[in-house]
């Protein structure tokens, strides 16, 4: 005998609350305080009853915040290991480069925190004022704000559920002092996961500008990107294009080429073609990046000359094309 089931229907992601449990059902499901998963959460109470759910009360502080934030950019990868955070920083240090234009990095890779070494300020920490938290300082227009700066050491492990991850990005949002910002890149871990939903819930009033999605040539990449794609679109983030990393390697001696992750698949230019969106540029591996990233210096500025570095420049000025602040 066959026995048929009707399709449960999809959670929506931005109806789950930021202290939720795993599996949480949604604010909205008829199974809102009633399923398994909601035994024991903070909220149970108030989901069963039926009194109107009220929106997460850190939204109007975080609309406020982010209302002198110009720009807000998501770089997302979905898989690990891919350059993310390296560009991250060439990113926000491209911005700055204009002493006119305000920039600020946000970490949420809880678990991960490494946009800190990179723009060589792992050494500091983060300070209160009257107007909420300081962002730590690279230059005088350039602030970041991570976990990073937080932890006792570097070796320390973030053990932490998805509630506590929650609510350190509302924090980040709402109680950092960002100041008037013409940029706001956020970095993000790989996945589409709590600090994903969490970001897009509470920026959803405020508006995202784009994602910008970071790739490698090799098909076990390309597979993950999809999945991030299918996120965005998902959830309703525009995304302003592909970037592919790792793609060739160049000798700082010769500058000859050589492939090191085959794009077997055709690499990222075939998955943006299936994807429909632009392919903004693909940065050849340098070991020098590397360098630059252990002892926290921008590349852009070190090595000026090198093909990975005329890449970056073309795609960050794609970039700002798309946002028409070419």
């Given at each position: 005998m066959i026995v048929?089931?009707r ?11 930021s202290n939720?449990?795993e ?9 809102a ?7 024991g959460c903070?909220?149970?109470e108030?989901?069963a009853?039926n009194?109107?759910k009220?929106p997460d ?5 975080i ?13 997302l990868s ?7 955070s390296?560009?991250?920083a ?5 911005f700055?480069a204009d002493?006119?234009t305000q ?16 723009l060589?300020i792992a050494?500091e ?8 938290w300081s962002?730590?300082?690279v230059?005088?227009n ?12 570097s070796?320390?492990a ?9 609510g ?16 706001l ?7 589409t996961?709590d600090e994903?939903?969490s970001?897009?819930?509470y920026?959803k009033?405020?508006g995202i500008?784009g994602?910008?999605l970071?790739t ?5 990449a390309?597979q993950?990107?999809?999945r991030?794609f299918?996120f965005c ?5 525009k ?11 160049v000798c ?5 080429e050589?492939q090191?992750f085959?794009?077997?698949t055709?690499?990222?230019e ?8 632009p392919l903004l ?24 000359e ?7 420049i073309?795609?960050i000025?794609k970039?700002?094309?798309a946002?028409?602040?070419?």
């Open positions: 048929t089931q399709a449960a229907q999809a959670t929506d992601p931005l109806s789950v609350p939720a449990p599996h949480c059902p949604g604010t909205e499901s008829e199974q305080g009633k399923a398994d998963a909601c035994n903070a909220n149970q108030i989901c009853s009194t109107p009220g009360p850190a939204l109007p502080f609309r406020a915040r982010m209302a002198s934030v110009k720009r807000k950019l998501l770089v979905g898989k690990g290991g891919v350059g993310k390296t560009f991250t060439q990113l926000g240090w491209a700055a002493d006119s920039t600020g990095v946000m970490d949420v890779d809880i678990s991960g925190p490494s946009i800190p070494t990179i060589g050494a920490q983060v300070h209160s004022s009257a107007q909420g962002p730590v300082y230059q005088d350039l602030g970041v704000m991570s976990v990073g700066f937080m932890l006792p050491s070796k320390d973030v053990m932490w559920r998805g509630p506590k991850k929650n350190l990005i509302a924090q980040f949002l709402k109680d950092v002092d960002w100041g008037e910002l013409d940029y890149v956020i970095d993000t871990p790989p996945g996961s994903h939903l970001v897009v819930q920026l009033e405020s500008d994602a910008i970071i490698t040539p090799q098909e076990v390309l993950d990107v999809r991030e299918d679109r998902k959830v309703g983030v995304v302003l294009g592909l970037v592919e990393n790792m793609s060739g390697f700082p001696s010769c500058k000859g050589s090191i085959k794009p077997s055709g690499g990222a075939r998955l943006a073609k299936e994807l429909s969106i540029g693909k940065v050849p591996l340098d070991p020098r990046i590397g360098k630059s990233a252990d002892y926290g210096v921008s590349f852009l500025d070190e090595y000026p090198s093909p990975a570095s005329i890449a970056y073309d795609i000025e970039i700002r094309e946002l028409g602040d070419a």
